[in-house]
């Protein structure tokens, strides 16, 4: 893969927008990235594989529970920090955003939310610092787009939980010891539970021929007659409620990310476009090209724009469910659109290793599905304007 020559675009002088933490944490994202994901990325994407060396690292620039206070292991950074963070690793690789993610706001979240001082004390600690890795489990073979028909249950044994049940499409499977999982209970009362690696009954399959996020690795969860202790029941939360909740904190991370994937695709485009001589001209002279670039850097300093808002909002307690559903999909479809483009411009090296942007433009095949599909959001919005549920 070429050198990593990354510069970040700011159109409208958005960096004026933030204060100098965020800018020293962003920065500090930015250079890990260029040192320890760019030079091996593309290798791993390849060969499919997940690049364990990059946990030490990912915990060490506080992407492992930003905004989870210090006591707990976290960084007790703000909204915008976390959202800056999300936007640099997904500039790397959507792959290792995910790990991020899932770590984060989906394990660390719901243990420090819904969870109870022991189990805080027991476990945010080792998944901040990447001892532990975490995974969560929501989706299932039948229910995707609608988990409140989940199948996965749990009965009370009187001294432990039996749990049943299979998840799919989960990311860190393969490699996690620790697993968020929720079930239903004998009343069809949704429940978090934290599962362990070693539990009886308990398997991680891989997943495999991915075209997409292949730096991430995806399985699936399998409870056979998993005798899980009581102790292990998230005490503060229940109903569907408890893993959208968790979602809300993810989606706000993803509408950065593709932020930092579009980016790059843009000024990897942008270089080329200065480099590239055709007709005796650098392609950027070309009406046709420069139109692309423009609507691109558009369309990011747009994107910049409503993920700095939404993290004003996140961070005043004031953003709805249904505003961070707008942001995950506006920024997903506007990197997803950039990354094609991108492809474009490069002709054949479009499609090489040689540059990011397929890489890209394959992971955010991922991203454009995974918490909550483009459809699904597009109708969370429609039932927020209108007040009529499509769902229903
Ligand atoms: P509905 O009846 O609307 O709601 C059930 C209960 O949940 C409440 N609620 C929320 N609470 C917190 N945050 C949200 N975003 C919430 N949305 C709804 C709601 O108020 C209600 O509460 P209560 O107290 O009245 O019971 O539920 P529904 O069954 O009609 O479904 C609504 C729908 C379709 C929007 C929802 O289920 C949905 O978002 N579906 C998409 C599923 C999804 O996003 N799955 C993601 C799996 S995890 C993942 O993809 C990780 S990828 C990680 C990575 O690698 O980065
Ligand atoms: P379906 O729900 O079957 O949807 C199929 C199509 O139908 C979609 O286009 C959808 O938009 C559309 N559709 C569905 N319902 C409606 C409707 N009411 N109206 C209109 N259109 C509709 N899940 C986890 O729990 N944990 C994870 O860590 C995780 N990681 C993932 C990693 C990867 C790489 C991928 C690909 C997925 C991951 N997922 C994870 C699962 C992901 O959240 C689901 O794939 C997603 O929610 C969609 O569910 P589905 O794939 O079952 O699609």
Request: some cysteine; proline content about 4%; glycine content about 10%.
């Amino acid at each position: 893969m070429k050198p990593d020559l990354f510069e970040a675009p700011d159109y409208y002088n958005l960096d004026e927008l933030l204060t100098e933490e965020h800018k020293l944490v962003r920065d500090a994202a930015r250079e890990w990235v260029k040192r320890d994901v760019s030079p091996i990325i593309e290798d791993a994407a390849q060969k499919a594989e997940f690049p364990k060396s990059i946990i030490g690292g990912l915990a060490e620039i506080g992407a492992f529970g930003p905004y989870i206070p210090e006591e707990y292991g976290g960084a007790g950074l703000d909204q915008i920090s976390y959202g800056l963070i999300m936007q640099e690793i997904e500039r790397g690789d959507s792959g290792v955003r995910s790990t991020a993610s899932v770590q984060s706001s989906l394990v660390m979240y719901p243990i420090w939310k819904y969870g109870n001082e022991e189990q805080r004390q027991k476990y945010l600690p080792k998944l901040a610092s990447g001892e532990w890795m975490g995974s969560f489990g929501l989706t299932e073979p039948d229910h995707g787009s609608n988990p409140g028909g989940m199948t996965t249950n749990y009965k009370d044994m009187g001294d432990h939980y039996l749990l049943n049940g299979a998840k799919m499409w989960i990311s860190n499977s393969p490699f996690c010891q620790v697993a968020v999982v929720w079930a239903k209970n004998e009343e069809g009362r949704i429940h978090g539970l934290i599962v362990e690696r070693g539990m009886e009954g308990f398997s991680t399959p891989e997943t495999h021929n991915k075209w997409s996020l292949r730096a991430s690795a995806t399985g699936e969860l399998i409870f056979d007659n998993v005798k899980v202790p009581k102790e292990n029941l998230l005490p503060n939360k229940s109903g569907l409620g408890a893993p959208l909740g968790c979602l809300d904190s993810a989606r706000y991370g993803i509408a950065w990310g593709a932020i930092g994937a579009a980016m790059d695709c843009y000024d990897t485009a942008l270089r080329y476009s200065k480099e590239r001589i055709q007709f005796g001209k650098p392609i950027g002279q070309f009406q046709l090209q420069q139109k692309k670039l423009a609507e691109m850097i558009t369309e990011i300093t747009k994107a910049q724009l409503l993920a700095w808002r939404l993290g004003v909002m996140r961070e005043k307690g004031t953003a709805t469910s249904a505003q961070i559903s707008m942001a995950k999909r506006n920024n997903v479809d506007m990197a997803l659109t950039i990354a094609r483009d991108a492809r474009q411009m490069l002709g054949g090296m479009g499609i090489s290793g040689e540059y990011s942007i397929m890489r890209h433009m394959m992971n955010l095949e991922s991203v454009v599905t995974y918490e909550g599909t483009h459809d699904i959001h597009l109708l969370i919005t429609g039932l927020d304007v209108t007040g009529l549920n499509a769902f229903k």
